[in-house]
């Protein structure tokens, strides 16, 4: 049974950092690639990043590029979202997703249907 959780949300004042975990079990992590989604209230679901199996390939949005870094540590089955310089439009439940097919982002990175696990989400909120 699969299992993807995520932990490491909570409130902070604008300007400053979180990192989120995600932990997934019952999968060959290394197989993924890995995807961090967010949903305030009212809007869509949006990809925010992406990380191929490997670490070495990423992706991101344009509204949070050069503020959030993603990573994973493969031993620890473990994926990262490094949230810097943090806006209140930040403010979202943040998703953890596993994609399942060739282990890379590709151009479809951001596209909810491509991820087959998620988790429950850890909440955000940034004040101003």
């Known amino acids: 049974q699969v299992q993807v959780v995520e932990s490491g949300g909570g409130l902070v004042q604008a300007g400053g950092s979180l990192r989120l975990s995600c932990t997934a079990s019952g999968l060959t992590f290394d197989d993924y690639a890995m995807g961090w989604f967010r949903q305030a209230p009212g809007k869509e679901r949006e990809g925010v990043s992406c990380?191929?199996?490997?670490?070495?390939?990423?992706y991101y949005a344009d509204s949070v590029k050069g503020r959030f870094t993603i990573s994973r540590d493969n031993a620890k089955n473990t994926l990262y979202l490094q949230m810097n310089s943090l806006k209140p439009e930040d403010t979202a439940m943040y998703y953890c997703?596993?994609?399942?097919?060739?282990?890379?982002?590709?151009?479809?990175?951001?596209?909810?249907?491509?991820?087959?696990?998620w988790g429950q989400g850890t909440q955000v909120t940034v004040s101003s």
């Open positions: 997703a596993a994609r399942p097919g060739t282990g890379y982002c590709l151009g479809s990175w951001n596209e909810r249907r491509t991820y087959g696990y």
């Open positions: 990380v191929s199996w490997h670490g070495g390939t990423t």
